[in-house]
């Protein structure tokens, strides 16, 4: 099992491009979860997704939007990318559909930096 | 808000010895209290989970208590090892609700030889 994967693992933007983080996980999992993790801010949630179907914002969501496509994906796009959005991204899955009652099982991360 | 404070953002310990790792939470009443270990470049890990009816939970060298009315839980490493160099996380988790997950900034421990 590969786990959590996520596409790609750097990107670099200008000011006002647009892009798609891709996110897969193999186990089945019901919940899936977006965070973007900065110097001295720690791990925030930006949207989640109890289940297929259903997604929710979180903690930071502004400028973002997320698709759960299935299942196994969960993707999150920036419309219009600012500086303020360079960050190591985390996506993460877990079994139950209760938020966070199970262990999370986070991707490698995707490291973005908007010029 | 909610709010949660790990005790520092830099942790160094001898090799040989326990380290203790403090998570303070506040405006919250979790049913669980989970602890993660990140390495640098990589995505978090899960270690342990505490459930708020459990006072102490333990696996192989380390062991996490959760004290409800202190609303604070300590995550302890004995003997430790070079190889416990890490960055550790905790998030205190409420059971129901809307409430967002909320991750601690973690504690840099260094276990030096």
């Known amino acids: 099992n590969a786990g959590v994967t996520q596409t790609p693992k750097f990107q670099v933007l200008k000011t006002g491009q647009s892009m798609t983080l891709q996110c897969a996980q193999d186990?089945?999992?019901?919940?899936m979860y977006w965070y973007r993790q900065d110097p001295g801010m720690g791990l925030r949630l930006i949207y989640y997704?109890?289940?297929?179907?259903?997604?929710d914002k979180g903690e930071v969501p502004n400028g973002y939007n997320v698709s759960r496509l299935n299942k196994r994906e969960f993707s999150l796009r920036l419309e219009s990318a600012a500086p303020s959005q360079t960050s190591v991204y985390f996506c993460?899955?877990?079994?139950?559909?209760?938020?966070?009652?199970?262990?999370?099982?986070f991707g490698p991360g995707t490291r973005l930096t908007v010029l | 808000s909610q709010k949660i404070e790990q005790n520092s953002e830099a942790l160094n310990i001898q090799e040989g010895k326990t380290a203790t790792l403090t998570c303070n939470y506040t405006?919250?009443?979790?049913?669980?209290l989970q602890w993660y270990r990140q390495d640098p470049g990589r995505g978090p890990v899960f270690l342990l989970l505490?459930?708020?009816?459990?006072k102490e939970k333990r696996k192989e060298r380390l062991k996490v208590t959760f004290d409800t009315t202190l609303k604070q839980s300590l995550f302890h490493i004995t003997a430790s090892q070079p190889a416990d160099s890490a960055t550790y996380l905790c998030a205190p988790l409420v059971y129901s609700g809307n409430t967002p997950l909320v991750f601690g900034k973690g504690t840099r421990l260094s276990v030096i030889a």
């Open positions: 505490i459930r708020e009816n459990e």
């Open positions: 997704s109890a289940s297929e179907g259903t997604t």
């Open positions: 186990m089945n999992h019901n919940s």
């Open positions: 405006n919250y009443s979790p049913a669980y």
């Open positions: 993460a899955s877990s079994e139950g559909r209760q938020r966070g009652y199970n262990e999370q099982f």
